[in-house]
């Protein structure tokens, strides 16, 4: 059985500060690793992928993956209240199956 | 643009009725997805589809079909409704094996 795990939250914030979300994934053989936001009554968006070890920038998000760790997180700088949502982690093993695990989610409060 | 669409965006019915709700992408993508999303467990595969006539069991595919006649449609079936399959369902869409983008999502109530 494939596992994501994430700390369910909430996770609060003060407006400006770093929002840092953690995952773990059981399956070692995991390729691709996503985050999706979810706001309240919306669907899940896809905000980042990463596929490789180390550190992937886009504006004020940054992904980091430790493969040997099965372990990735989500880094938010300068957070702000629009980013108050939950943050889903999913994981993608490969292996000619499309589907993807989902952990349930951590949710995140930006304080202002 | 291409986009997802799910219908009807809310849906009550009662227990013991047959239930369908729609999925449509105009991306034309081969693979699709049917998700239900509950407190307390997230996201949980349903059904997929890798291209027409091809349908899948996901995680928790008890008590619902689906079938793939065009690569446009996956419609989920609810075939009896028990209240215990009230939830919000999402469908998603995707053309590389892991990308999957997200339909607005349909609200069901089975009383």
């Known amino acids: 059985q494939k596992e994501v795990e994430q700390n369910s939250g909430p996770l609060s914030v003060p407006e400006g500060a770093i929002a840092s979300l953690n995952c773990t994934y059981s399956?070692?053989?995991?390729?691709?690793f996503f985050w999706y936001r979810q706001y309240s009554g919306k669907s899940p968006e896809l905000i980042m992928f990463i596929y490789s070890n180390g550190d992937k920038e886009d504006g004020r998000f940054t992904a980091q993956l430790n493969k040997a760790s099965q372990y990735v997180s989500l880094l938010i700088r300068d957070s702000q209240p629009s980013d108050s949502a939950t943050y889903l982690c999913?994981?993608?093993?490969?292996?000619?199956?499309?589907?993807?695990?989902f952990g349930k989610g951590t949710k995140l409060s930006v304080i202002p | 643009d291409a986009e997802i669409t799910q219908s009807p965006r809310h849906k009550i019915t009662e227990t013991g009725r047959q239930v369908t709700l729609a999925c449509h992408q105009t991306w034309n993508h081969n693979n699709m997805f049917w998700y239900r999303q509950d407190l307390g467990h997230g996201l949980r595969l349903i059904h997929y589809?890798?291209?027409?006539?091809?349908?899948n069991k996901g995680e928790v595919s008890d008590g619902y079909s689906v079938s793939r006649s065009n690569t446009e449609d996956l419609p989920l079936t609810l075939e009896s409704a028990a209240s215990s399959q009230t939830s919000v369902y999402f469908c998603?869409?995707?053309?590389?094996?892991?990308?999957?983008?997200f339909g607005p999502g349909t609200r069901l109530t089975v009383l």
């Open positions: 399956d070692r053989g995991s390729q691709s």
């Open positions: 998603a869409s995707s053309e590389s094996p892991d990308t999957q983008y």
């Open positions: 589809s890798y291209g027409v006539h091809d349908t």
């Open positions: 999913a994981v993608y093993s490969g292996a000619g199956s499309y589907q993807l695990t």
